[in-house]
């Protein structure tokens, strides 16, 4: 299974942006799709998560600024990143619970990660 994202780049304050994480390999279904995001010399946070049945998570952080969906049948999650602060400058991963038929529960896939940089 891989996980690769997509869609970071540098952009001014107030702009907005959409990841992109797309999932491959044998993948019979997808549990949980989380976005982190690791800025220099910070530990690895949740900024958002969503359930195969749509339910969502939103780190404080980013409540009201940051939408994460799904399309189950793509295997892809998306965060749309509005009004975007300098403070949001990081390396945004996600991670998904993937059943692949190896196992009866799911394991945890990691992508590489996309850099997001805003400038003030």
């Known amino acids: 299974v891989q996980l690769v994202e997509s869609g970071g780049g540098l952009l001014q304050a107030g702009g907005s942006l959409r990841l992109f994480c797309a999932a491959s390999?044998?993948?019979?279904?997808?549990?949980?799709i989380g976005w982190y995001r690791q800025a220099p010399v910070k530990q690895r946070d949740l900024v958002a998560a969503?359930?195969?049945?749509?339910?969502?998570y939103y780190a404080n952080f980013v409540k009201g600024r940051f939408i994460i969906s799904r399309d189950n049948a793509k295997n892809t999650v998306y965060l749309q990143m509005n009004s975007l602060k300098p403070e949001d400058t990081a390396i945004y991963y996600c991670?998904?619970?993937?059943?692949?038929?190896?196992?009866?529960?799911?394991?945890?896939?990691w992508g590489q990660g996309t850099q997001v940089t805003v400038s003030s």
């Open positions: 991670k998904a619970g993937v059943y692949s038929g190896s196992y009866n529960f799911p394991v945890d896939y």
């Open positions: 390999g044998r993948i019979l279904s997808i549990n949980v």
């Open positions: 969503i359930t195969s049945g749509g339910s969502t």
